[in-house]
């Protein structure tokens, strides 16, 4: 466990390790949640689809492509819940292939009208 105080800056790093050095990794999806084991029925998206959900979440500047960096400030679940845990998704792409996912950054989904 890493301890916080709430509203304190919270920064991660997500590292790819691999031997192919033409690698980039993207942080597509983060959820937190109270329940370690359950992350569908009380969830809190900070991003989802590349896109910041939280308005303190952000990405900062990385050495390598596979190295992502990000950070947020700490929350809780209405002060319910002592642990907030988090999950992310993250995309690994060819480095430099602009067409694959890891460039495309924020996909916002838009639905579509029903119309018979």
């Known amino acids: 466990p890493y301890y916080v105080d709430m509203n304190q800056n919270l920064y991660l790093q997500a590292s790819l390790h691999s031997s192919d050095q033409n690698l980039t990794v993207f942080v597509d999806t ?18 989802k689809s590349g896109c910041a959900n939280d308005p303190t979440y952000a990405l900062y500047p990385s050495p390598r492509s596979d190295v992502a960096r990000f950070g947020f400030n700490a929350f809780s679940f209405v002060n319910r819940f002592p642990s907030v845990f ?10 430099h292939d602009y067409s694959s996912r890891c460039y495309q950054g924020c996909v916002s989904r838009f639905k579509r009208n029903a119309d018979s």
């Open 30 to 47: 983060c959820v937190a949640s109270p329940n370690s084991s359950n992350f569908r029925t009380l969830v809190y998206e900070l991003t």
């Open 86 to 95: 988090l999950r992310c998704e993250l995309v690994v792409c060819r480095d």
